[in-house]
């Protein structure tokens, strides 16, 4: 079997497998799932399927997130970092960098963030649909 065919068996099974990414960061416009978050709940089940994701920069410096699999196929995404101005440039960098690679990430793994973590509070009921902006 090709590559490929192996890569997206294992996302496949990655797919059915994988929990929901729960947003359980206050931000300044409502709760998101931060990037940790995102990480937290991908990285164990992509292991489990013998996949990983790579984060690097571009010689331009753009973000080009991988999706590897262990027989050798991948799958690329490349977006362009956009400017911030942020009064320190450095900070604003990190921050546009860190809000990539979480959109980048849920991008190449077709995932979004959904309901927000009420540590048990609804008892497992699921909450009614937010409105399109809850989203990341």
């Not at 490929?4 to 359980?24: D, Q, R």
């Not at 995404?77 to 911030?84: M, R």
């Not at 960098?93 to 793994?109: D, E, F, K, Q």
């Amino acid at each position: 079997m090709d590559q490929i065919s192996e890569l997206t068996k294992a996302l496949i099974a990655f797919h059915k497998k994988v929990g929901p990414v729960l947003k359980g960061t206050s931000g300044q416009f409502g709760r998101y799932a931060d990037l940790h978050q995102v990480l937290e709940t991908v990285n164990p089940v992509l292991l489990e399927n013998d996949l990983v994701v790579t984060q690097t920069f571009t010689i331009d410096g753009d973000l080009c997130t991988t999706l590897h699999h262990v027989s050798g196929g991948s799958i690329s995404s490349t977006v362009k970092l956009l400017p911030n101005n942020s009064k320190n440039p450095l900070h604003g960098w990190g921050g546009g960098v860190t809000y990539m690679r979480r959109y980048a990430l849920l991008g190449i793994l077709n995932l979004s963030a959904g309901l927000e973590d009420d540590d048990g509070g609804s008892g497992g009921a699921p909450k009614p649909a937010p409105a399109n902006d809850d989203f990341l």
